[in-house]
Nanobody, 125 residues
Framework: QVQLVESGGGLVQAGGSLKLSCAAS????????MAWIRQAPGKEREFVVA???????YYADSVKGRFTISRDNADNMVYLQMNSLKPEDTAVYYC???????????????????WGQGTQVTVSS
């Protein structure tokens, strides 16, 4: 079992930056693929980025070059640095995890079985 708690959301103007944090507890953190997934009002959950231990990452095209995932396996933390934010980035952002050996398609939200409660990010125009 893995418990995930996000923090760092808020209101920011377009062009601004925010950094989200996700604290993980439970099993061996380094064995898990960590992802950020978002859900805008009235829309389905959308993959943002996934990060593996060792540095491999995969970004959605919509955030590539603006968002950066990082993880600290020693402290069981994963971060999402979001720069050049746009109004269309407004969503609830979820931290998600799945054991690397059992991960399906990493861009599919339902590939992840552990989820945080989410943190709201609102970007004003």
């Amino acid at each position: 079992q893995v418990q995930l708690v996000e923090s760092g959301g808020g209101l920011v103007q377009a062009g601004g930056s925010l950094k989200l944090s996700c604290a993980a507890s439970g099993r061996t953190f380094s064995d898990y693929v960590m992802a950020w997934i978002r859900q805008a009002p009235g829309k389905e959950r959308e993959f943002v980025v996934a990060g593996w231990t060792g540095g491999k990452t995969y970004y959605a095209d919509s955030v590539k070059g603006r968002f950066t995932i990082s993880r600290d396996n020693a402290d069981n933390m994963v971060y999402l640095q979001m720069n050049s934010l746009k109004p269309e980035d407004t969503a609830v952002y979820y931290c998600a995890a799945q054991w690397a050996q059992a991960l399906g398609v990493p861009t599919r939200p339902n590939s992840y079985i552990y989820w945080g409660q989410g943190t709201q990010v609102t970007v004003s125009s």
